[in-house]
T-cell receptor
Framework: DTGVSQNPRHKITKRGQNVTFRCDPI?????LYWYRQTLGQGPEFLTY????????KSRLLSDRFSAERPKGSFSTLEIQRTEQGDSAMYLC???????????????FGEGSRLTVL | SQQGEEDPQALSIQEGENATMNCSYK?????LQWYRQNSGRGLVHLIL?????REKHSGRLRVTLDTSKKSSSLLITASRAADTASYFC??????????????FGQGTILTVHP
């Protein structure tokens, strides 16, 4: 399977704990995006990377959230001191860059569902 | 706030009927895209229409775009039970360099009864 892969698919944690999600994009894609989706809503943009550079962060991304993409390959999204309001589906997507045949289409993973008790 | 707003929020039809969903947005766009999401799954890209296009077809899908009214519609013809899903419009806002930073609407939940 050469699609976008996210792990874990489900995570249940207690309030105050730290959690980390991993995303492996399509190998030839140099852009990687994180979105958050709560029940009944559309996805909301969190941040995106071009290669290893984090180019934009949403105001939704509080200082408890940190995302990295070392070496421009996989990415991790860490949430520290989780709160119940962090419960959501965290979606990763990738796309080719402008020089790599970007078509506008994002390719999404299956998401990582976080439940904070 | 969400850039796109879909209408209706929910749509229930019989297999074989056509389904039409509408999307309105607020700012100038590079393109508008439609995605599908089955319950608890990721999003799947359906179709993209650029700001200089007015209509586009892909299989049983037809998308229209009216930039003067800042609106789009998605028509699914001859619907099937397998089309049951949530459908989201997403806009790629013009004027920035963040291509791919999409703004999604709240979605239309489509139920197709066999």
């Amino acid at each position: 399977d050469t699609g976008v892969s996210q792990n874990p698919r489900h995570k249940i944690t207690k309030r105050g704990q730290n959690v980390t999600f991993r995303c492996d994009p399509i190998s030839e894609h140099n852009r990687l995006y994180w979105y958050r989706q709560t029940l009944g809503q559309g996805p909301e943009f969190l941040t995106y990377f071009q290669n290893e550079a984090q180019l934009e962060k949403s105001r939704l991304l509080s200082d408890r959230f940190s995302a990295e993409r070392p070496k421009g390959s996989f990415s991790t999204l860490e949430i520290q001191r989780t709160e119940q309001g962090d419960s959501a589906m965290y979606l990763c997507a990738s796309s080719a860059g402008m020089a790599g045949g970007y078509t506008g289409e994002l390719f999404f993973g299956e998401g990582s569902r976080l439940t904070v008790l | 706030s969400q850039q796109g707003e879909e209408d209706p929020q929910a749509l229930s039809i019989q297999e074989g009927e056509n389904a039409t969903m509408n999307c309105s947005y607020k700012t100038s766009i590079n393109n508008l895209q439609w995605y599908r999401q089955n319950s608890g799954r990721g999003l799947v890209h359906l179709i993209l229409i650029r700001s200089n296009e007015r209509e586009k077809h892909s299989g049983r899908l037809r998308v229209t775009l009216d930039t003067s009214k800042k609106s789009s519609s998605l028509l699914i013809t001859a619907s099937r039970a397998a089309d049951t899903a949530s459908y989201f419009c997403a806009t790629d806002v013009a004027g920035g360099t963040s291509y791919g930073k999409l703004t999604f609407g709240q979605g239309t939940i489509l139920t197709v009864h066999p």
